[in-house]
């Protein structure tokens, strides 16, 4: 092919590939909305974890103004594993006896990890850490 061509074609489509290779960035509720759609139980509907977990520092926004939070689709991950270290592992059916799960979570508070240690592992999962 004709190095004119090659040229001419990247020219004239230049913007579809642009819109191709770039993703928005996503306000907050816009982010915890396509969290939800992919079946993860993040909190918030126009505020939520996703904040929260920028406020511990946990996780990068991806704006330059800290006014509003902005997120790239793939900051996903990074919050899904928040979510998973954050879960605490007890039968939905507990509920049913009060005083018993009460004293449950009493003591269920002293194994969960710091803060820190569930930071420090989502981290990994944020790229721009």
Same mark, same amino acid.
């Given at each position: ?17 642009? !819109? ?9 509720? #816009?982010?915890? #909305? ?17 904040? #929260? ?21 793939? !900051? ?8 998973? $270290?954050?879960?605490? !592992? ?5 509920? $049913?006896? !009060? ?21 420090? #592992? ?8």
């Amino acid at each position: 092919m004709d190095e004119f061509y090659v040229k001419e074609f990247f020219r004239d489509t230049s913007q579809q590939r642009y !819109r191709l290779l770039q993703n928005k960035l996503m306000r907050e509720s #816009k982010f915890i #909305k396509f969290i939800k759609d992919r079946g993860i139980a993040v909190f918030g509907a126009v505020k939520g974890d996703p904040s #929260k977990f920028c406020e511990l520092g946990w996780l990068t926004s991806d704006n330059n103004n800290n006014q509003k939070y902005l997120f790239h689709p793939f !900051r996903l991950l990074p919050v899904f594993k928040g979510i998973e $270290l954050c879960k605490i !592992r007890i039968s939905a059916t507990s509920t $049913l006896n !009060r005083d018993s799960l009460a004293q449950c979570l009493n003591g269920y508070i002293n194994f969960l990890p710091e803060n820190d240690n569930i930071g420090n #592992k989502v981290k990994e999962f944020d790229s721009h850490s």
